[in-house]
């Protein structure tokens, strides 16, 4: 079956500094992949559509210079926290578009801000 | 606007049967999913729904009713490791950018 795969699983980090996180699509082309946040015992929340080749489309409310999305390839797609504070210690969670409109998800990645 | 509403907790027993309802309303209609999430890892695929009727796919069963706004997934025969949330999303586009349900925690019991 399709795989996404997403890393660092985890990750610690200061405030201040940047956070990169990768999500591929290992055994198919993903034109649309997605980008959620997810606050403990809540929903996941949509933050922002990849698509391959060109700028991302964000949700209401979400900074976009503050969370960088880049999607080079059909097979990858990776969010930038940048100057990460506390309040942005989440878990971020990406997902990719595959054969019969399915939604494939990667493994997800807990981001703690000391 | 757009409101997906399914309980935020059931319990039920080993080995019964448990239907867990969601109800949405959103300005478009293009396919209901239902994924289960163990706490701290990311939502699985559960089933997809476009057309009414009811969809089952070994113990799990998803029924959809789109002039009610209505949707139910049916877990029977349930199991110890069934104990998760189990989320309602609706593509209300067409770009599958999903509107997602708050999640219903499933506690099962001995």
């Known amino acids: 079956g399709a795989v996404v795969s997403q890393h660092p699983s985890w990750v610690i980090c200061k405030s201040g500094t940047s956070v990169k996180i990768e999500c591929r699509s290992l055994?198919?082309?993903?034109?649309?992949m997605f980008w959620y946040r997810q606050f403990p015992k809540q929903s996941l929340m949509l933050m922002a559509t990849?698509?391959?080749?060109?700028?991302?489309?964000?949700e209401q409310g979400v900074e976009k210079d503050k969370f960088l999305i880049n999607h080079a390839s059909l097979t990858l797609s990776t969010l930038t926290v940048t100057s990460a504070h506390p309040e942005d210690s989440s878990f971020y969670i990406c997902?990719?578009?595959?054969?019969?409109?399915?939604?494939?998800f990667g493994s997800g990645t807990q981001l703690s801000v000391l | 606007g757009q409101n997906i509403d399914q309980p935020t907790e059931m319990t039920a027993t080993e080995g019964a049967i448990v239907q867990i309802n969601c109800t949405y309303q959103?300005?478009?209609?293009?396919?209901l999913f239902w994924y289960q999430q163990h706490a701290g890892e990311a939502p699985t695929f559960l089933s997809y729904?476009?057309l009414d009727g009811l969809e089952e796919k070994g113990r799990f069963s998803s029924f959809l009713s789109r002039s009610k706004g209505y949707s139910y997934l049916l877990l029977k025969e349930l199991q110890m490791k069934d104990s998760a949330s189990y989320l309602c999303?609706?593509?209300?586009?067409?770009?599958?950018?999903?509107?997602w349900g708050a999640g219903t925690k499933l506690i099962i019991k001995p």
């Open positions: 997902s990719a578009k595959g054969k019969n409109e399915k939604l494939f």
């Open positions: 055994d198919f082309q993903a034109t649309t």
């Open positions: 990849s698509n391959e080749g060109s700028k991302a489309t964000y």
């Open positions: 959103t300005s478009g209609f293009n396919g």
């Open positions: 729904n476009v």
């Open positions: 999303a609706v593509n209300g586009r067409s770009n599958y950018q999903l509107i």
